[in-house]
């Protein structure tokens, strides 16, 4: 407690600071003040179904209907016609207390930008008489049954909130979102956000009811929510202290309630925005590059930037792409992760943290890969890291790869009264389902930080999987793998179920127990079509109980060892032989243009065919399970109701 008040001090003596030292430029006012918008554009536009935005006035004439007179845009479409500066007057999230006010139309962007936006939060509930409090940041406060297409917030967007939140009688929830706040059975198609988001608060809730921090550049809370095409390019900087608040970050959505019955995704998005997460908390730190929910599946998307946490007193839960997985689908990190943590539970993976288990949908880890540097230190007594993912429970692995190193450093205690247990891996830390056709080629490294100390740890280190309680399958491992930990034992490959696994017998092992399963082959045989490693990947590749890609040697890539390749099905056309035009998805249903007739497979991103078409010349049309598929050698997501 000496030291949350501590840093509540510090954190007000950076905020005055902050005012006197660096003052911002704009903006005494709101948007939303008589005078400063267009008072007549509603009335103009109100019966039309295209309502055209060109100036500043007119577009905080748009969020004033929503903000003073909870109008929703029911069946509008609002569309800019111009770049809008809005750098004036500071921007007040739009939402009404007294009668709640939320978006409901089509908001189209049409390409142009935003500027300028300086989004301050807006508070709901928090009376006596209320049973919740709400503070909600963004450009939109909540959108529900809507859509927001080609929409772009540019770099001199910024949304800042600080100050403390208070409220003992309910739930507090934070949603601070650049674009919006909340989501509700709505879509964010090719929305780009460059908006920085700033959070330093200080949150005393209660620990009977539930108290939530979410923050994301694009939707903060999101339930039934399809994300198509978006990128986040700003900065998330959160900085809370609280003694119970739960956080949630990342780039694309924050959180969302566990709706599984709804069709929550992500397809085609990125995130290329550095996220820096401190929480001071005794609640659970989830952190992901694109996600930090369970509830989304996950396909075809990409984290370009650090994603780094400090969780001063609760568990962490870090992914790359997510902090959990649901289902992700040729998901890749291509930048570090990095995690410090006191808290008892610390999980962490280049892909996702963990898997988390839903009954009416099939959880999976397709054709995911890492290549960021995984770093972690912990005083947890429950730590589970992978290149791939952290702890495994509920999700199968398939054609997954790590290329980058694990360095991970534990200072949790050794004493006999205390138990712990460590388990880390180059795909998966801990492992309780199915891996197959998946390669390592990062060193795994764990150091103790007590070693000086008597007592002992339990657990196990590998170089595909620190512990593997179901089949390990037709994968292999070039990393290094060390270990000075008493009580943990380091394998080559895993320390247990491996079968037709492969590791490199020239990099080095070592650990106080060591385990040696696996086939050995050099690092000359490794890259040697001649060699039969190749050939004993590929003979197996089909028969460990999934249907897996091939493999195969490209010049210049993965220091010339074996990568997956995609499978082409005998008497079938191959992708460049099809005269094959326009191929799109639409309501659920495939769409495909062709100038003849032919036999058109249609594939999986992981490679696997999902049917043939028999495509005849001209237009052709086919229903598909929602997913992403290539077809004549065109990406193409099909989702549930396109428009």
């Known amino acids: 407690m000496k030291r949350i008040a501590?840093?509540?001090?510090?954190?007000?003596?950076?905020?005055?600071?902050?005012?006197?030292?660096?003052?911002?430029?704009?903006?005494?006012?709101?948007?939303?003040?008589?005078?400063?918008?267009?008072?007549?554009?509603?009335?103009?536009?109100?019966?039309?179904?295209?309502?055209?935005?060109?100036t500043p006035e007119e577009f905080a004439a748009w969020g004033a209907a929503m903000n003073r007179w909870s109008w929703n845009y029911p069946d509008k479409t609002v569309r800019l016609a111009a770049d809008i500066d809005m750098s004036v007057h500071k921007w007040i999230t739009p939402v009404n207390e007294r009668f709640g006010s939320y978006f409901s139309g089509v908001f189209d962007g049409d390409g142009y930008t935003?500027?300028?936006?300086?989004?301050?939060?807006?508070?709901?509930?928090?009376?006596?008489?209320?049973?919740?409090?709400?503070?909600?940041?963004?450009?939109?406060?909540?959108?529900?049954?809507?859509?927001?297409?080609?929409?772009?917030?540019?770099?001199?967007?910024?949304?800042?909130?600080?100050?403390?939140?208070?409220?003992?009688?309910?739930?507090?929830?934070?949603?601070?979102?650049?674009?919006?706040?909340?989501?509700?059975?709505?879509?964010?198609?090719?929305?780009?956000?460059?908006?920085?988001?700033?959070?330093?608060?200080?949150?005393?809730?209660?620990?009977?009811?539930?108290?939530?921090?979410?923050?994301?550049?694009?939707?903060?809370?999101?339930?039934?929510?399809?994300?198509?095409?978006?990128?986040?390019?700003?900065?998330m900087t959160v900085d809370v202290h609280s003694d119970v608040v739960d956080i949630r970050v990342s780039g694309l959505v924050g959180r969302c309630g566990p709706v599984y019955g709804n069709e929550n995704r992500i397809v085609s998005c990125t995130n290329r925005g550095n996220i820096f997460v401190s929480g001071n908390t005794s609640g659970g730190v989830s952190v992901g590059g694109i996600s930090s929910n369970y509830s989304f599946r996950v396909?075809?998307?990409?984290?370009?930037?650090?994603?780094k946490?400090?969780?001063?007193?609760?568990?962490?839960?870090?992914?790359?792409?997510?902090?959990?997985?649901?289902g992700i689908t040729y998901c890749f990190n291509r930048d570090s992760v990095i995690c410090e943590s006191d808290g008892f539970e610390v999980q962490v993976g280049g892909v996702c943290s963990y898997s988390s288990y839903n009954s009416s949908q099939t959880d999976s880890l397709y054709t995911c890969g890492n290549e960021g540097e995984i770093e972690v230190k912990s005083n947890g007594s429950m730590l589970s890291v992978g290149g791939v993912m952290g702890q495994n429970t509920d999700c199968l692995v398939v054609d997954c790869w790590n290329r980058g190193g694990l360095k991970i450093e534990s200072s949790a205690p050794r004493s006999s009264s205390s138990w712990n247990a460590i388990y880390a891996g180059g795909l998966v830390g801990y492992c309780e389902e199915p891996v197959y056709n998946s390669y390592n080629r990062g060193n795994i490294s764990l150091i103790d930080a007590h070693i000086d100390e008597e007592g002992s740890s339990q657990?196990?280190?590998?170089?595909?999987?620190?512990?593997?309680?179901?089949?390990?399958?037709?994968?292999?491992?070039?990393?290094?793998?060390?270990?000075?930990?008493?009580?943990?034992?380091?394998?080559?490959?895993?320390?247990?179920?491996?079968?037709?696994?492969?590791?490199?017998?020239?990099?080095?092992?070592?650990?106080?127990?060591?385990?040696?399963?696996?086939?050995?082959?050099?690092?000359?045989?490794?890259?040697?079509?001649?060699?039969?490693?190749?050939?004993?990947?590929?003979?197996?590749?089909?028969?460990?109980?999934?249907?897996?890609?091939?493999?195969?040697?490209?010049?210049?890539e993965n220091d010339g060892y074996p990568v997956h390749i995609d499978r082409i099905v005998d008497g079938v056309d191959s992708p460049a032989d099809h005269s094959v035009g326009r191929v799109y998805a639409a309501n659920g249903r495939l769409f495909v243009q062709s100038d003849r007739s032919m036999q058109l497979p249609v594939y999986k991103v992981t490679g696997q065919i999902v049917k043939i078409m028999n495509v005849v010349e001209g237009l052709n049309t086919d229903y598909l399970p929602c997913g992403v598929y290539v077809v004549a050698g065109q990406v193409v997501a099909v989702t549930a109701g396109n428009r």
Request: proline share 1%; net charge negative; aromatic share 10%.
């Open 6 to 54: 501590y840093r509540f001090f510090l954190i007000v003596l950076l905020s005055v600071l902050a005012v006197e030292v660096f003052p911002v430029s704009a903006q005494e006012d709101s948007w939303f003040d008589e005078g400063n918008y267009d008072e007549e554009w509603l009335d103009k536009n109100f019966d039309n179904d295209v309502m055209i935005i060109s």
């Open 114 to 235: 935003i500027s300028g936006l300086m989004v301050v939060p807006a508070e709901e509930g928090g009376g006596y008489s209320d049973d919740y409090k709400r503070v909600a940041a963004g450009l939109f406060g909540e959108v529900r049954r809507a859509e927001i297409r080609d929409l772009t917030l540019d770099e001199t967007c910024r949304v800042e909130v600080s100050g403390t939140y208070y409220f003992s009688f309910g739930d507090l929830d934070l949603e601070i979102g650049a674009i919006a706040a909340v989501g509700d059975e709505s879509r964010f198609i090719r929305c780009v956000n460059r908006a920085d988001v700033v959070v330093t608060s200080v949150i005393w809730g209660s620990e009977t009811y539930e108290t939530i921090c979410s923050v994301s550049g694009i939707v903060a809370h999101a339930d039934d929510v399809k994300l198509i095409g978006c990128s986040n390019e700003g900065h």
């Open 299 to 307: 396909d075809s998307c990409e984290n370009h930037s650090v994603v």
């Open 309 to 326: 946490v400090n969780a001063y007193e609760g568990s962490a839960y870090v992914g790359g792409v997510s902090s959990a997985s649901m």
């Open 459 to 556: 657990g196990s280190v590998g170089g595909l999987v620190g512990k593997a309680y179901k089949l390990l399958w037709n994968s292999y491992s070039t990393g290094d793998v060390y270990s000075n930990v008493a009580g943990v034992k380091v394998c080559r490959l895993s320390e247990s179920n491996v079968h037709f696994c492969y590791y490199n017998s020239d990099v080095v092992i070592e650990g106080t127990e060591v385990d040696e399963q696996g086939i050995a082959y050099s690092t000359a045989e490794m890259q040697s079509a001649g060699s039969g490693f190749l050939e004993a990947l590929n003979n197996n590749a089909t028969k460990g109980g999934s249907s897996c890609r091939n493999w195969g040697y490209i010049p210049g």
